[in-house]
């Protein structure tokens, strides 16, 4: 098989990591897995995280009828969105930030219906990672995260929230674009957005920014209906001016993955990373999002994955994730 020949099937099987199942289930920090992050975006060190390798099914999302997997509801949509700016350098930081930011956040707003906000963005490529390649103007290209995991906490969602209310840190790419004195949200959309009744969400938009399509490292998505709260551990990400937090995930028979092989330039990958409305969300990880099917969910694990069937020329992914805060009015 030539490495552009693609044969369709209902599913794959895919190597994954999880933490081992010694890991203690947690919904709050405690310092017991964490990662030091240098100022480049590269990991510096990390403390407890045990991986726990699986092959799994991944089910092929692309047979599945259209509308079937909604932002909404499960936590991921592909939708079909060639660029706006074809021309666009996803290796300069600068143009990224001054046209791409502003094309993500119109399709999270046409597919929320809120106030979308774009305010951080990841480049990534295991060969790129590999040979020390940089963003012009920004950080250093990352590598596929292989570790099932989503994007923020019941503590770093709210307080991510808040920091983008103040001036800009150190690893905070809008530094470079917001005015002296400037913050990307105010006060009272913060205030609003908690107060009682109040909304917002974190939603990346993911491209492959390559002419072909994704071959190699493909992103697997777990439906979040399928998560129950004690499959989560707190991920500790020190950075040099705040921590933030990630969930790492236990393996449980429960969860169903799905991924869309193939993707192309022309599409953009909704991934849910956070919802304050959200049943695990709204009950402090009490519940999961499975105990009310017609809320909308809080957030999808999510993993790039070695898929056996790649073939072995394949060319490699390159991919940017732009991150949007979300805001109902």
């Given at each position: 098989?030539?490495?552009?020949?693609?044969?369709?099937?209902?599913?794959?099987?895919?190597?994954?990591?999880?933490?081992?199942?010694?890991?203690?289930?947690?919904?709050?920090?405690?310092?017991?897995?964490?990662?030091?992050?240098?100022?480049?975006?590269?990991?510096?060190?990390?403390?407890?995280?045990?991986?726990?390798?699986?092959?799994?099914?991944?089910?092929?999302?692309?047979?599945?009828?259209?509308?079937?997997?909604?932002?909404?509801?499960?936590?991921?949509?592909?939708?079909?969105?060639?660029?706006?700016?074809?021309?666009?350098?996803?290796?300069?930081?600068?143009?990224?930030?001054?046209?791409?930011?502003?094309?993500?956040?119109?399709?999270?707003?046409?597919?929320?219906?809120?106030?979308?906000?774009?305010?951080?963005h990841n480049v990534r490529s295991a060969g790129g990672h590999k040979g020390g390649k940089a963003v012009a103007g920004g950080q250093n290209v990352q590598e596929p995260a292989h570790i099932i995991h989503g994007d923020y906490t019941l503590t770093s969602a709210p307080d991510r929230l808040r920091q983008l209310g103040q001036k800009p840190g150190i690893n905070d790419t809008l530094r470079d674009v917001l005015k002296s004195g400037e913050t990307l949200l105010s006060d009272a959309d913060i205030e609003k957005a908690l107060a009682p009744g109040g909304r917002f969400a974190i939603i990346n938009v993911w491209r492959n920014i390559l002419a072909e399509p994704v071959a190699t490292h493909p992103l697997a998505l777990c439906d979040s209906q399928t998560v129950a709260p004690d499959d989560l551990v707190v991920f500790e990400i020190h950075y040099e001016d705040r921590i933030g937090e990630n969930y790492f995930a236990k393996a449980s028979d429960a969860h169903r993955m799905y991924y869309f092989p193939q993707m192309t330039r022309d599409e953009a990958l909704l991934i849910k990373q956070w919802d304050s409305?959200?049943?695990?969300?709204?009950?402090?990880?009490?519940?999961?999002?499975?105990?009310?099917?017609?809320?909308?969910?809080?957030?999808?694990?999510?993993?790039?994955f070695h898929d056996d069937d790649t073939a072995e020329d394949a060319p490699d992914r390159w991919s940017i994730e732009v991150r949007c805060i979300v805001i109902y009015d």
């Open positions: 098989m030539s490495q552009h020949a693609y044969e369709p099937a209902p599913t794959t099987r895919g190597r994954f990591n999880y933490l081992k199942p010694t890991a203690e289930s947690s919904l709050y920090r405690n310092g017991k897995v964490l990662m030091q992050r240098a100022t480049d975006g590269n990991t510096a060190s990390s403390t407890g995280v045990d991986v726990d390798k699986h092959m799994l099914t991944v089910h092929n999302a692309r047979f599945a009828d259209p509308g079937a997997f909604t932002c909404e509801r499960n936590g991921f949509e592909l939708l079909d969105r060639p660029l706006a700016t074809p021309d666009l350098d996803f290796m300069d930081h600068r143009d990224v930030l001054t046209r791409y930011y502003a094309e993500c956040e119109e399709i999270v707003r046409s597919a929320t219906g809120a106030r979308a906000l774009a305010f951080d409305a959200g049943p695990l969300a709204q009950t402090q990880g009490q519940s999961g999002d499975g105990t009310d099917p017609d809320a909308p969910c809080t957030f999808s694990f999510h993993t790039a």
